[in-house]
C-alpha cells in the first residue's frame, strides 16, 4: 500500500502555549517560529472524527483526540487577527496551500522580510547589551499593542544612535589610547635623553679640564687632530621613538640590525603595566623604544619595520623644555577625552537599559508578525482577490473556541463579512494530538522522544507516568536521596507560577520541566529506599527488629558467620541485618536482577496487550491473531515462566539454581530436575512450554 506525503505547517508564538500536534512518526511542536512538518496518509481507512471499532470503551484519557480537517474562508482585512487569535489558542495546524510557489512568489513575502530585519536589529540590540553586561529584563512591562510600522520606525532609530555611539566611543577610546601611549614615550625617551644630555655634559667638562692642565700622559696623542675636525664634516643622527610588543622586541631588534647592517643604536625599557593597543583594542605588555639613525634610506627601513611589527611610532622632541610642555598638554588631553569618554559610555548604558526594559516585548511582538505572515504566505488567494481560503486540522472539541475566535477577529478589525468555518470529509490521516497539562506534559514529551502514536492509538504515556519513575527509583533506591530530591523538586513546584514567568538557565529550564517527573522520582525512591532498607546507605531497625542475632561474643566480627534466626522475618523490606555482610552484595544484586526481570517481563506484557487493544479498536483481527497471540505465547512461555520460578524460589525458600533450569530445559528436557525442582509438575510444565514455543516459531 503506497503513502502520500503533504507538508503542512503550523504556528504558536504565545510562551504559555505549547499544544503538542504529532504526525505519524514524529512529534510536531507547536513552537514560537512556523516551521514546515510531514504527515503520512494512510489510505483505505476513514480517519475522520471518532474511529471507532470493536467493543471497546472510547478511552479518552488513553487516545489522541478526534481530529476534523476544517476550510476557513476569512475576508482580507480580518485576515490578520483572525490568524492572530488563532495560533493564541494554539489548536489549529494549518496546510500549507501554496507549495508549489517559492518563498519569493508568496503573498506577504514583504512583510517577512520587514519582520526578519527588525529581527536583525533586536539580535545587535542583545548583542550589544552582553557586551555592556545588561541583560533583557524578563518582567511584564504594562503596555498597550505596539503597531508594527512604529515599531519598525523605532527600532531602526535605535539602532542609527547605537552605531553613531559606537562609532564615536571608538574613536574617542582609540585617541586616549594614543594618548597615553604617547605619554608614555614622553616620560621614558625624556628620561634617557635627560641622561644622556647630563653625561655629554660631563665629559665636555673634563675634556676642557684637562686641554687646560696642559699634556699629561693620559692626553690623547691625537686629540690636536680630533679639536681641529671641521664641524660641518660632523653627522647629524636622527631618530625615531615609539612602542612595540614585549613579545616581538626581540624579533624587532635582529631584524633592525640585520637591515641597516648594525648602522643603528637601539634602545628598549619596558612598560611596567601593560597597556591597550589603540589598533587592536587588547591590553598588552609593551616596550618603549628608539632607534638612532643616519641618512634617509636607514630611516626609510626602520618606518616599515616599524609598520610590520604593529610598532606604533610618535614624535618627540629633544629640547627638555619643550618635552616638559608636551607632557603637561598631553596629560591635559587624556583627562579631557577620559571626562568624555564616562559621559559617553554613561549615555550609552542609559540607552541599552532602555531598550533592556522592552527588548523581550518587542522581540516576542516580531516574532508573532514574522509567524503571523508565515502562516497568511500558506493560504489560498481567492480569485477575487477579497479573501483568503485556509485549511487545517483540528481537534473536534475546539469547533466552538475556534468559531469564538473568528467572530472576534470580525469584530476587532471592523469587518463587514465574518469568516466562514466548515469541516471537509477526507480520507487523509490526521495528526495526533494529545491533551496534556503541567503534570502530564513531560511525560508525554518523554514517550514522544522515542516515538509518537498513531492517529487513534493507545498512549503510553500514561503508564509511563509509573512506570518510568518508578524504575528509577528501583535504580537509585535510597529514602534519604529521595527526600532530598523531593525538598528540592517542592521549591520548584511551590515557586513555579513565579519561575514560569522568569528566564532561566539551560540546566535550571530544563530541571524546572521537569519538575512533576522528579517528584514521582522522588516519591517511588523513598518507596524504593524503605524497600533496600538504605538511608544515605546506613540500614535502620524502622519496622521492627532484626530476625537475626549472634550465636555467641565471637560473632561479632565475623560478619554473618555465627548469625541464627532468632525472630519472625523483617515485616517490610530487607533486613537491616544483611548490611556490612559479606554476603551483602551478592545477595542485593541478586534480588536487585531477580525484580528487575519481573518488571521487565510485566512492562513487554503491557505492550503487547496495548497492541491487541489497538487491533481491537480499529478492528484489525490480523493483528490479534498473527501478532497477539504469538507474542504472548513466547513471551511468557520464557520470561513468564522464569518470572514463575523467581516469585515460587522466593515464596519457598528453595536453593534451586534458575540458570541450572533455564539452561537444560533447551539442552536437555528430559533429564530429572532433581535438586532443582521447585514444585510438583515442574518438568511436564517445561516440556509443554518448548512444544508451545517450537508450534509459535
Known amino acids: 500500500m503506497k503513502k502520500k506525503t503533504k507538508s503542512y505547517a503550523h504556528i504558536d508564538w504565545s510562551l504559555k502555549l505549547k499544544t503538542k500536534q504529532k504526525a505519524n512518526t514524529r512529534e510536531i511542536d507547536l513552537d514560537v517560529l512556523s516551521r514546515d512538518g510531514k504527515l503520512t496518509e494512510l489510505t483505505g481507512r476513514e480517519s475522520m472524527g471518532d474511529v471507532r471499532g470493536g467493543c471497546c470503551p472510547p478511552m479518552d484519557l488513553f487516545r489522541s483526540e478526534p481530529m476534523q480537517l476544517v476550510q476557513l474562508i476569512i475576508p482580507m482585512e480580518s485576515a490578520h487577527f483572525t490568524v492572530s487569535y488563532l495560533g493564541d489558542l494554539g489548536l489549529l495546524q494549518f496546510k500549507d496551500l501554496n507549495s508549489e510557489k517559492s518563498p519569493f512568489q508568496r503573498t506577504y513575502a514583504a512583510q517577512i522580510k520587514k519582520c526578519g530585519e527588525m529581527a536583525r536589529k533586536l539580535r545587535f540590540f542583545k548583542e550589544q547589551m552582553l557586551k555592556a553586561g545588561f541583560s533583557p529584563s524578563t518582567k511584564s512591562v504594562a503596555q498597550n499593542d505596539i503597531d508594527v510600522d512604529d515599531l519598525e520606525v523605532k527600532l531602526g532609530e535605535l539602532e542609527v544612535e547605537l552605531i553613531e555611539m559606537n562609532a564615536n566611543g571608538e574613536k574617542l577610546q582609540r585617541s586616549y589610547n594614543e594618548l597615553v601611549e604617547y605619554k608614555l614615550v614622553l616620560q621614558k625617551a625624556g628620561e634617557f635623553f635627560a641622561s644622556a644630555q647630563h653625561s655629554a655634559t660631563a665629559q665636555q667638562r673634563e675634556m676642557e679640564s684637562r686641554q687646560m692642565g696642559g699634556e699629561s700622559i693620559e692626553t690623547p696623542l691625537l686629540q690636536d687632530q680630533e679639536a681641529s675636525?671641521?664641524?660641518?664634516?660632523?653627522?647629524?643622527?636622527?631618530?625615531?621613538?615609539?612602542?612595540?610588543?614585549?613579545?616581538?622586541?626581540?624579533?624587532?631588534?635582529?631584524?633592525?640590525?640585520?637591515?641597516?647592517?648594525?648602522?643603528?643604536?637601539?634602545?628598549?625599557?619596558?612598560?611596567?603595566?601593560?597597556?591597550?593597543?589603540?589598533?587592536?583594542?587588547?591590553?598588552?605588555?609593551?616596550?618603549?623604544?628608539?632607534?638612532?639613525?643616519?641618512?634617509?634610506?636607514?630611516?626609510?627601513?626602520?618606518?616599515?619595520?616599524?609598520?610590520?611589527?604593529?610598532?606604533?611610532?610618535?614624535?618627540?622632541?629633544?629640547?627638555?623644555?619643550?618635552?616638559?610642555?608636551?607632557?603637561?598638554?598631553?596629560?591635559?588631553?587624556?583627562?579631557?577625552?577620559?571626562?568624555?569618554?564616562?559621559?559617553?559610555?554613561?549615555?550609552?548604558?542609559?540607552?541599552?537599559q532602555t531598550i533592556g526594559d522592552q527588548f523581550e516585548q518587542w522581540n516576542l511582538k516580531v516574532k508573532k508578525e514574522k509567524s503571523i505572515y508565515h502562516t497568511l504566505n500558506m493560504l489560498s488567494l481567492d480569485v477575487t482577490k477579497k479573501c483568503l481560503v485556509a485549511e487545517g486540522w483540528s481537534p473536534v472539541f475546539a469547533t466552538k473556541q475556534i468559531q469564538e475566535a473568528l467572530q472576534r477577529a470580525a469584530f476587532d478589525s471592523n469587518s463587514q463579512v465574518g469568516a466562514i468555518f466548515q469541516v471537509l470529509h477526507t480520507r487523509e490521516s490526521p495528526p495526533t494530538y494529545f491533551r496534556t497539562n503541567k503534570f502530564t506534559s513531560a511525560f508525554q514529551e518523554i514517550v514522544d522522544a522515542y516515538g509518537v502514536a498513531k492517529y487513534q492509538e493507545a498512549n503510553p504515556g500514561v503508564y509511563t507516568i509509573v512506570t518510568f519513575p518508578f524504575l528509577f527509583a528501583v535504580m537509585f533506591g535510597d529514602w534519604g536521596h529521595g527526600i532530598c530530591l523531593l525538598l528540592a523538586t517542592l521549591f520548584f513546584i511551590v515557586r513555579e507560577k513565579k519561575l514560569s514567568s522568569q528566564k532561566l538557565g539551560d540546566i535550571t529550564e530544563m530541571t524546572f520541566g521537569g519538575r512533576y517527573v522528579i517528584l514521582m522520582m522522588s516519591l517511588f525512591s523513598i518507596y524504593t529506599g524503605l524497600v533496600y532498607n538504605e538511608f544515605f546507605s546506613v540500614p535502620f531497625e524502622l519496622f521492627g527488629y532484626s530476625a537475626y542475632a549472634c550465636r555467641d561474643l565471637s560473632c561479632r566480627d565475623a560478619s554473618t558467620v555465627g548469625l541464627i534466626k532468632v525472630g519472625d522475618t523483617y515485616p517490610f523490606g530487607v533486613d537491616p541485618a544483611w548490611h556490612g555482610t559479606r554476603s551483602e552484595l551478592p545477595f542485593l544484586n541478586s534480588l536487585k536482577m531477580k525484580m528487575s526481570i519481573l518488571l521487565g517481563v510485566a512492562q513487554m506484557n503491557l505492550g503487547i496487550i496495548l497492541n491487541y487493544f489497538n487491533a481491537t479498536f480499529f478492528g484489525i483481527s490480523l493483528n490479534i491473531w498473527f501478532q497477539f497471540i504469538p507474542q504472548m505465547i513466547f513471551l511468557n512461555s520464557l520470561f513468564g515462566y522464569l518470572s514463575l520460578l523467581i516469585i515460587v524460589k522466593w515464596c519457598t525458600g528453595s536453593q534451586a539454581d534458575l540458570y541450572h533450569i533455564m539452561i537444560y530445559m533447551f539442552l536437555s528436557p528430559t533429564d530429572e530436575l532433581g535438586e532443582n525442582q521447585l514444585f510438583p509438575g515442574q518438568k511436564t510444565v517445561q516440556s509443554c512450554s518448548l512444544r508451545v514455543v517450537s508450534c509459535v516459531l
Open 229 to 352: 675636525t671641521d664641524l660641518s664634516k660632523q653627522v647629524k643622527l636622527g631618530f625615531i621613538t615609539g612602542l612595540v610588543p614585549r613579545e616581538k622586541s626581540m624579533a624587532f631588534e635582529r631584524i633592525l640590525f640585520r637591515a641597516t647592517r648594525g648602522n643603528v643604536f637601539l634602545k628598549q625599557v619596558p612598560v611596567e603595566e601593560p597597556i591597550t593597543d589603540p589598533v587592536s583594542g587588547e591590553k598588552m605588555e609593551k616596550n618603549v623604544f628608539w632607534v638612532f639613525y643616519s641618512g634617509e634610506r636607514a630611516k626609510n627601513k626602520i618606518l616599515k619595520i616599524c609598520e610590520a611589527f604593529g610598532a606604533n611610532r610618535y614624535p618627540f622632541a629633544e629640547d627638555l623644555g619643550k618635552q616638559a610642555l608636551m607632557i603637561i598638554e598631553v596629560s591635559g588631553r587624556i583627562s579631557e577625552l577620559k571626562t568624555t569618554l564616562d559621559a559617553g559610555l554613561l549615555h550609552r548604558d542609559n540607552l541599552l
